[in-house]
């Protein structure tokens, strides 16, 4: 199981770091008396040192090859056990990396300041559940969720990431050819990083920059272009 998720990683963009194993999601819980008044359900998050400090030592790690900015997105006021946990470790890998500035922001005020200000952030990470609400509203901000990507990746053992973008089969539009591709070509910009093409990640990104600022675009950035054709219009700044 990918034990991050990030998306993209250009130095000008911010990029969310994702805890993806545990937290929130952990699937620990269940339900009593169903359907009766008493029904009750518990959900219980899990958060264990090991995977805390995982992600945001790779969190650190991206942010000293970019601005050197560290955004941890917590709920530490009102969460009394696992916010704790992920402050306090957070507050030690950081006691690592002098050269990087930390910050520590409460996640609803950080929700705003993704709104208001984007550019202010270079690293963000978060829990499992903070990150998929926070990576959504980044994607929103940067036109929709056609244009997010994402890389799953486990650091340090070995095994090969999962890149792909964030809207998955989009079951709404599916077979309709008017997806926007951007989602899925950024990906593969991550995956080309990731794999130690640097060239090429840089000649395909920048082939997707040009399209997206001179057309053609896809509906859900203001434009009439198909999928395919937006596809064919990146393969055509590359060659």
């Known amino acids: 199981m990918p034990a991050c998720r990030s998306r993209p990683g250009r130095r000008r963009h911010a990029v969310p770091a994702r805890e993806n194993t545990e937290g929130e ?22 958060f264990t040192r090991e995977g ?13 090859g970019r601005r050197g900015v560290v955004t941890s997105a917590t709920k530490s006021n009102a969460s009394r056990y696992g916010y704790v946990l992920w402050d306090e470790v957070a507050d030690e890998v950081a006691a690592e990396f002098p050269d990087v500035r930390f910050e520590r922001v409460l996640v609803d005020a950080l929700a705003a300041r993704i709104v208001r200000d984007p550019a202010s952030l270079d690293v963000v990470v978060a829990s499992n559940l903070f990150g998929d609400i926070l990576t959504d509203l980044a994607a929103a901000v940067q036109g929709g969720m056609g244009m997010a990507a994402s890389a799953n990746l486990a650091p340090g053992s070995g095994r090969p990431g999962l890149f792909e973008p964030v809207h998955g089969s989009a079951p709404d539009i599916a077979g309709r050819g008017i997806a926007n591709p951007a989602g899925a070509i950024w990906s593969a910009v991550l995956m080309l990083e ?34 395919a054709e937006v596809g064919a219009a990146v393969a055509a700044r590359l060659g």
């Not at 999601?25 to 008044?37: E, K, P």
């Not at 400090?53 to 991206?62: C, D, G, K, N």
């Not at 399209?211 to 434009?223: F, H, Q, S």
């Open 194 to 227: 990731q794999l130690g093409e640097g060239g090429a990640a840089g000649a395909l990104m920048r082939a997707l920059e040009d399209v997206c600022r001179d057309g053609p675009r896809t509906r859900d950035l203001g434009g009439e272009a198909g999928t």
């Open 25 to 46: 999601y952990s699937g620990i819980g269940g339900r009593a008396h169903q359907g009766l008044d008493s029904e009750v359900a518990i959900e219980s998050s899990v």
């Open 52 to 64: 805390v400090e995982r992600v945001i030592r790779y969190a650190f790690e991206l942010a000293s």
